[in-house]
Nanobody, 126 residues
């Protein structure tokens, strides 16, 4: 099992930026075997895919909502994946979750992810 811990959420004005961090660690699972994803859930809405990245950082996928504004990247030496979010809008307000796919490829579907963090709140004021 992999433990996933997010950080970096907060309150920001529209047009501002935030960087979310996620550390994933497991006793028997190496970080370099994990594809990592960010998903979010706004109040009253279903959880939705935001972005994900394969183990090497060579393959990345973004939801249309974040293209051109969000950047996902990882530092394997630190067991950490990041989500840099720029030009934030009120519609980006949500709890952001980090999750992993063990020995897997990129995934947009909730059911594909194996381990989840508890989430970090991002609130964008307009």
């Amino acid at each position: 099992q992999v433990q996933v811990v997010e950080s970096g959420g907060g309150l920001v004005q529209a047009g501002g930026s935030l960087r979310l961090s996620c550390v994933a660690s497991g006793r028997t699972v190496a970080f370099t075997t994990l594809a990592m994803g960010w998903l979010r859930q706004a109040p009253g809405k279903e959880r939705e895919f935001v972005a994900d990245i394969d183990w090497s950082g060579g393959s990345i996928d973004y939801a249309d909502s974040g293209k051109g504004r969000f950047t996902i990247y990882r530092t394997n030496a630190k067991n950490t994946v990041y989500l840099q979010m720029n030009s934030l809008q009120a519609e980006d307000t949500a709890v952001y979750y980090c999750a992993d796919v063990q020995y897997g490829k990129l995934a947009r579907n909730d059911n594909s992810y194996d381990d989840w963090g508890q989430g970090t709140q991002v609130t964008v004021s307009s």
